[in-house]
């Protein structure tokens, strides 16, 4: 339903902007890494080196009132060692759509991934051990409307389906996860807005792995919550958003066809400040929020991620980043079977050095590390070496 959606959007709005000029963007990049722990694993640990390589493309149209975009990319990597099947081929799409009015915006995004469990785990339940393909589809439309000078009206959904192929023999289960949020914004004064949310969720995994569990057949939640947020910028170059909710969820556990329900009631927050120096700029979040998972029911995360970035000279900066989250499921018959929390950290440094408008030099350090409940800790270090292309964009001859 969600692609003859795109279908039909993209060709009314073909038919809308011939007159608009197309273009197109390339761009690639070759990169050697290396890692002393890449499956993040007590166990399975190897020192392997790898190449990958990414290529893709933006191709495009834009006028005054309307925007079509499409992004395919590919990424390949080859290891030194194959020995626990490290190579992996990922592909992804994305699409943007707008359409504006006089006092409104029409937007459908959509994101496609065709990828490893070796990428996609690693900021989920961290089963990076097994490679499994992994495909997920996201449509996100939204529909803003500026009701008077200084108050708009935002309706926004997504729809998201994610599908292992034969995940359930590991732990990993399809889900559906769809949202729907409606937003008024509110603008005071020049330097500050508020902004009020009402939301709800609803996630479902069904799945029958016959002899190895046959009791799992289908998990449902609903969530439904309301977020009042408020956002001031006290300069040009500082900025604070600070959002509070509450939210409730119910679960239904179909067990052997009897269903099990319980309830969870929770606080969802959300904090970041963003300061712009003269050669620097600095952004740090904090939040607590729910998000869908693999295993096959919703987690409880607490997140807080940082940003630095100096510029040394022209076209020459250093970039810093650290990220720690913790995730926690939500229900009991889940923590009966794995680990109830996982904590995850990731710390990356490097240098960035454009020297031309297309090509530049990258290099990084990440060192992370991973933690389920109270077991030993496991970290990694990778140290990546990358040369990257980003044509300019270019006009499409009609």
């Not at 708009?152 to 949202?179: K, P, V």
């Not at 977020?227 to 067990?255: A, C, K, W």
Request: with cysteine; charged share 20%; hydrophobic share 35%.
């Amino acid at each position: 339903m969600y692609l003859r959606l795109i279908g039909w959007m993209v060709m009314v709005k073909a038919q809308s902007v011939l007159a608009s000029q197309w273009y197109w963007q390339p761009h690639f990049s070759v990169a050697t890494e290396y890692n002393d722990n890449p499956l993040l694993s007590n166990t399975l640990i190897t020192e392997t080196s790898s190449a990958v390589t990414q290529a893709g493309f933006n191709v495009g149209v834009r006028d005054q009132s309307r925007m079509l975009q499409l992004s395919p990319r590919f990424r390949s990597s080859d290891y030194s060692d194959d020995a626990l099947a490290l190579d992996r081929d990922d592909g992804y799409l994305d699409v943007k759509s707008r359409i504006n009015t006089l006092r409104s915006e029409f937007r459908i995004d959509l994101s496609y991934a065709d990828e490893s469990t070796r990428t996609s785990e690693l900021f989920d339940t961290g089963q990076l051990q097994v490679r499994i393909p992994v495909t997920r589809l996201t449509v996100r439309p939204a529909w803003d409307y500026l009701v008077s000078q200084n108050n708009t009206l935002r309706i926004s959904a997504s729809n998201q389906r994610t599908e292992y192929d034969e995940g359930e023999l590991n732990g990993l289960f399809d889900y559906h996860y769809d949202q729907l949020g409606v937003v008024w914004e509110q603008q005071r004064g020049g330097a500050a807005r508020a902004i009020n949310t009402i939301y709800a969720g609803v996630f479902w995994s069904e799945y029958d792995v016959g002899s190895v569990a046959s009791f799992f057949i289908a998990n449902r939640s609903q969530t439904q919550g309301v977020h009042l947020g408020y956002t001031h910028y006290y300069t040009p170059f500082l900025s604070f958003n600070v959002q509070i909710g509450m939210r409730e969820t119910d679960f239904t556990f179909n067990l052997s066809g009897q269903a099990l329900t319980t309830e969870d009631r929770g606080e969802t927050l959300s904090v970041s400040a963003k300061q712009v120096f003269a050669k620097s700029q600095l952004t740090a979040t904090a939040m607590r929020s729910i998000i869908p998972s693999s295993a096959g029911t919703l987690s409880e995360r607490d997140e807080v991620v940082g940003r630095y970035r100096y510029d040394l000279s022209s076209g020459l900066s250093l970039q810093c980043s650290f990220r720690w989250f913790e995730n926690r499921f939500l229900q009991d018959f889940v923590t009966a079977l794995r680990e109830e929390q996982r904590q995850y950290e990731a710390f990356d440094v490097g240098l960035n050095w454009h020297f031309s408008p297309v090509w530049s030099l990258h290099s990084s350090v990440r060192v992370n590390a991973q933690q389920y409940d109270d077991n030993e800790s496991t970290d990694s270090t990778r140290v990546l070496l990358s040369l990257r292309y980003t044509g300019l964009q270019q006009s499409i001859a009609r």
